[in-house]
Structures are given as C-alpha cells and as structure tokens.
C-alpha cells in the first residue's frame, strides 16, 4: 500500500497560484502511477493529471479542463509530486487529493475508481 500526504492547500484571491505538494512511500518506483483528482460537495472526484513515478519524459497526462493551468512534476529525489495552479478561479475551489496506482500503460487521470491509494486531500478555496 502507498502512502500519501497531501500539503500546501489554503485560501487565495481569483488569479493566484499555489503548488501543492504530494509526498508519497511505500511504493516501487518503476511500477506506479501518482495523480492529482479534486472534489466539491456533491460531485464526483474527477482527475486531474497523473505522472508516472520513474519520471519518464513525456508521460503525463491531464484532465480536459485541466490543460493549461495546471502542471504536474515529480522530484524523485523528495519522492514528491507537485501540482502547480496557475490563474485560481473560484471554480478551482476543492478538496485536491493525490492518489496512486501500480501502473498499466500509459498513467492517466482516469475515473477515480480505478486508483487503489488516496491521501487525506488539501483544501483549495479561491476567492473572486
């Protein structure tokens, strides 16, 4: 099992960024997948950008709505991954959480239900 711990949520003002962090154990560099997903009240989880863990160029992909303003990194070094926001809309208001899941193909930010490991999520609150 994965261990995830999500930090660097909080609250700022419509057209701020914020890099929240994801610092992740337990699991075997080659064989994994780590995704952002976020969640409002009353909606599902939907993804947001997955990497794969052994940092291979390219393979990164990004939710449709997500492409643009968001930016997905790992440091294998800190065995963290990053999800930088750029230009916060309050409609990025969520709980963001990383996830993990032994890797099959390419990593995506597929349906939730597919990602085996989940961390307690960060708040994100955006303010117009």
């Known amino acids: 099992q994965v261990q995830l711990q999500e930090s660097g949520g909080g609250s700022v003002q419509s057209g701020g960024s914020l890099r929240l962090s994801c610092l992740a154990s337990?699991?075997?560099?080659?064989?994994?997948?780590l995704g952002w997903f976020r969640q409002t009240p009353g909606k599902e989880r939907e993804g947001v950008a997955a990497?794969?863990?052994?940092?291979?160029?390219?393979?990164?992909m990004y939710g449709d709505f997500a492409k643009g303003r968001f930016s997905i990194s790992m440091d294998n070094a800190k065995n963290t991954v990053y999800l930088e926001i750029t230009g916060l809309v309050p409609d990025d208001t969520a709980m963001y959480y990383c996830?993990?899941?032994?890797?099959?193909?390419?990593?995506?930010?597929?349906?939730?239900?597919?990602?085996?490991?989940w961390g307690q999520g960060t708040q994100v609150t955006v303010s117009s």
């Open positions: 996830a993990a899941v032994t890797r099959n193909g390419r990593c995506k930010p597929s349906w939730y239900g597919l990602w085996d490991d």
């Open positions: 337990g699991y075997t560099r080659s064989k994994y997948c």
């Open positions: 990497i794969a863990t052994d940092g291979r160029v390219g393979d990164i």
